[in-house]
């Protein structure tokens, strides 16, 4: 069950369950990245903290008023292919291309003499 949509603020953030989880990043009501972690206040904190690394995430918080919604997971192992099943499904901007990795984990490696 997803939660009611929060605009992306260290405050409201604060607020958010230490618990494992999937989140969605928003501008509006469009989906811009989907993630997994452990602890959902944790990581949100993290993408907004000066460290962020993907660069598409940055520029979107610098530019919109962006914001977030979490689904609670009762279980670990289920994190990763949530995870996937959405971002499949969802194709966010910011997101990996999840098929395009696949794909070159399957490619044998080229010799390199």
């Not at 520029?59 to 914001?67: G, I, T």
């Amino acid at each position: 069950m997803w939660s009611k949509r929060y605009i992306l603020v260290k405050s409201n953030v604060i607020m958010s369950p230490e618990t494992a989880g999937i989140y969605r990043l928003l501008i509006s009501n469009r989906i811009f990245y989907v993630g997994q972690c452990r602890n959902i206040k944790r990581r949100l904190l993290e993408h907004l903290g000066k460290r962020e690394g993907n660069r598409c995430i940055v520029r979107h918080l610098a530019k919109y008023l962006c914001y977030f919604r979490f689904a609670e997971v009762d279980s670990v192992d289920k994190l990763l292919s949530l995870e996937r099943e959405q971002i499949r499904k969802l194709n966010p901007k910011c997101n990996i291309d999840i098929k395009t990795q696949e794909e070159k984990m399957r490619l044998p490696k080229p010799y390199l003499p």
